[in-house]
């Protein structure tokens, strides 16, 4: 039985349209130690459970950030506010202007691992690497909490239909 090209190209399309649809918020994941210092943006990021503190990052396999964040073993998630779109976009290797993964378009400060957390930030949280497990293109880094803080007058970014945007009650 041959599959014909539309039957395996659908599911993909159909697939990245219903995600587009999904808003979510905007990290960037960073990580600095004797593997380097490297970040990525990062929209899958998720609670895992808050006993023992908790949370998960998907990057894909192609990101230096993947293997950097396993091998220093610790890494920083910071939750980007509405007005940092731009830091995205660089973490994103698509900048409007300066250079694609140029820690300079922001200011940076350390918490406990030492790894790069984003200042004006919406939230910060600074994890250890717990499990890591390749999933297809992508690797799912576990990390526990070692410290977190939040911005409360921070408004958080907001990502929907290739665009940014921000929250607003109804
Ligand atoms: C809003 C947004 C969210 C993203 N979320 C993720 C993500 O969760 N995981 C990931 O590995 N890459 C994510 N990316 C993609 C990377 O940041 C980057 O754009 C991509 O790796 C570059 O793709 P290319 O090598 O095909 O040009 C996201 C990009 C944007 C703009």
Do not use: K
Request: glycine share 8%; aromatic share 6%.
């Amino acid at each position: 039985m041959s599959i014909a090209p539309d039957q395996l190209t659908t599911p993909r399309q159909d697939f990245i349209a219903a995600m587009g649809n999904a808003a979510t918020g905007v990290t960037v994941v960073a990580t600095e130690g004797p593997a380097g210092r490297f970040a990525q943006t990062v929209s899958a990021m998720c609670s895992v459970t808050a006993d023992p503190p908790s949370l998960l990052v998907c990057v894909n396999e192609r990101s230096p950030l993947a293997g950097a964040a396993a091998r220093n073993g610790h890494f920083a998630v910071s939750v980007l506010s509405a007005e940092q779109a731009h830091v995205s976009d660089v973490f994103a290797g698509r900048p409007a202007a300066g250079a694609p993964y140029d820690f300079g378009c922001a200011d940076w400060d350390t918490l406990d691992t030492g790894s790069p957390l984003l200042r004006g930030a919406a939230a910060v949280f600074d994890c250890r690497l717990g499990d890591a497990v390749v999933s297809g293109t992508h690797r799912v880094l576990f990390g526990t909490v070692t410290a977190a803080a939040v911005s409360p007058d921070a408004r958080p970014l907001v990502h929907h239909a290739r665009t940014y945007g921000t929250h607003r009650p109804l």
